[in-house]
T-cell receptor, first 115, second 112 residues
C-alpha cells in the first residue's frame, strides 16, 4: 500500500517568508509525528498528533512553528518568517493504533532551504 | 550532554565484514530501542526494535540492549554494499511520551 507522502520534496524560500509543508500519513494510522533533521544531526522531534487528542507541541523550537491536522489525516507544518537556521529536512512519520511509538513509518521528507 | 550519543563515523568496511554500531544513552526511562536505516535523500526505515534488555536477531542483523550500562548495539554480519547507509539509533519510553529520541547517526560504507 501507499506509504507516507510529503510535499513539496524541495522548497527554497527567502528569509522572512512563510512556508507550508504537507504530510499525508498511511491510511488508518492515527498517530502522526513531525521531525526535523539538520545536516549531520539526528532527528529532532517537533510535534505529535494522536487521534482527536490535543497535540504534543513540546518540540516546537519557537512560536514561528505551528502545525495542524485536519480530519485526523493530512497534516500541515507552517513556519512563519523563516530564518536561515530553519534550513533542514522536515520528516513526517505515522504509526498505527496497534503498535507503539517505536514502529513509525517515515516519509521521504521536505528539504527546506532558506536563503 | 545529549540524551543519546552515537559515533558519527564515517565507517568504511570491506564487503563481508562484521559491522558493529553503538549508542549510549542517559535517560533510564527509555524502554524501547530501535535501529533505523536511512539511505541518502530518503526517510528512515525501521530495521529492528527491542523492548528492554536482551538480544534480537533478524537475518544478518542482531540488536543488543544492555540497560545496566545504558548501551545498545547493532551488528551486521556478512555486510553487503547495499548496507551502505546512515544508521540511526532511536529510543522511547512508555506511557504518554510517544516521540522518539534519535542519535545523530553513523554513516556506513561497505566497499565491494
Amino acid at each position: 500500500g501507499a506509504g507516507v507522502s510529503q510535499s513539496p520534496s524541495n522548497k527554497v524560500t527567502e528569509k522572512g517568508k512563510d512556508v507550508e509543508l504537507r504530510c499525508d500519513p498511511i491510511s488508518g494510522h492515527t498517530a502522526l509525528y513531525w521531525y526535523r533533521q539538520s545536516l549531520g544531526q539526528g532527528l529532532e522531534f517537533l510535534i505529535y498528533f494522536q487521534g482527536n487528542s490535543a497535540p504534543d507541541k513540546s518540540g516546537l523550537p519557537s512560536d514561528r512553528f505551528s502545525a495542524e491536522r485536519t480530519g485526523g489525516s493530512v497534516s500541515t507544518l507552517t513556519i512563519q518568517r523563516t530564518q536561515q537556521e530553519d534550513s533542514a529536512v522536515y520528516l513526517c512519520a505515522s504509526s498505527s493504533p496497534g503498535t507503539g511509538a517505536y514502529e513509525q513509518y517515515f516519509g521521504p521528507g521536505t528539504r527546506l532551504t532558506v536563503t | 550532554q545529549k540524551e543519546v550519543e552515537q559515533d558519527p563515523g564515517p565507517l568504511s568496511v570491506p564487503e563481508g565484514a562484521i559491522v558493529s554500531l553503538n549508542c549510549t544513552y542517559s535517560n533510564s526511562a527509555f524502554q524501547y530501542f530501535m535501529w533505523y536505516r536511512q539511505y541518502s535523500r530518503k526517510g528512515p526505515e525501521l530495521l529492528m526494535y527491542t523492548y528492554s534488555s536482551g538480544n534480537k536477531e533478524d537475518g544478518r542483523f542482531t540488536a543488543q540492549v544492555d540497560k545496566s550500562s545504558k548501551y545498545i548495539s547493532l551488528f551486521i554480519r556478512d555486510s553487503q554494499p547495499s548496507d551502505s547507509a546512515t544508521y540511526l539509533c532511536a529510543m522511547s519510553g512508555t506511557g504518554s511520551a510517544r516521540q522518539l529520541t534519535f542519535g545523530s547517526g553513523t554513516q556506513l560504507t561497505v566497499l565491494p
